[in-house]
Nanobody
Framework: QAQLVESGGGLVQAGGSLRLSCAASGRNFYRFKMAWFRQPPGKEREFVAGVSVAGTSTYYADSVKGRFTISRDNDSRTISLQMNSLKAEDTAVYYC????????????????????WGQGTQVTVSS
């Protein structure tokens, strides 16, 4: 089981940067595949970035490739999302998610894969 708590959201101007963090409690964090999702106002939740258990493989939505970087630290049981060159369309509630069972790469991109979710942190980008 895992409890996830996000932090680092806020208000930033377009072109700026933010770094989100997700702290996990519970055992066996190193077994979880981790990801960030976001839910823009009035829209469905969407995949942003994912990372494998060892942190050696990362996956990104096309909309954030080259701007966002996901990373994890298994010793401190945290994952991060460095967001650069932010755009107004990045405005959303950002959620951290954890999954035990990822069988193929495409599983990372589906919200249904994930067993545990944080409460979310608001990111607002002003244009």
């Amino acid at each position: 089981q895992a409890q996830l708590v996000e932090s680092g959201g806020g208000l930033v101007q377009a072109g700026g940067s933010l770094r989100l963090s997700c702290a996990a409690s519970g055992r066996n964090f190193y077994r979880f595949k981790m990801a960030w999702f976001r839910q823009p106002p009035g829209k469905e939740r969407e995949f942003v970035a994912g990372v494998s258990v060892a942190g050696t493989s990362t996956y990104y939505a096309d909309s954030v490739k080259g701007r966002f970087t996901i990373s994890r630290d298994n010793d401190s049981r945290t994952i991060s999302l460095q967001m650069n060159s932010l755009k107004a369309e990045d405005t959303a509630v950002y959620y951290c998610a954890a999954a035990l069972n990822v069988h193929v790469m495409s599983d990372y991109y589906s919200a249904r894969t994930y067993d545990y979710w944080g409460q979310g942190t608001q990111v607002t980008v002003s244009s």
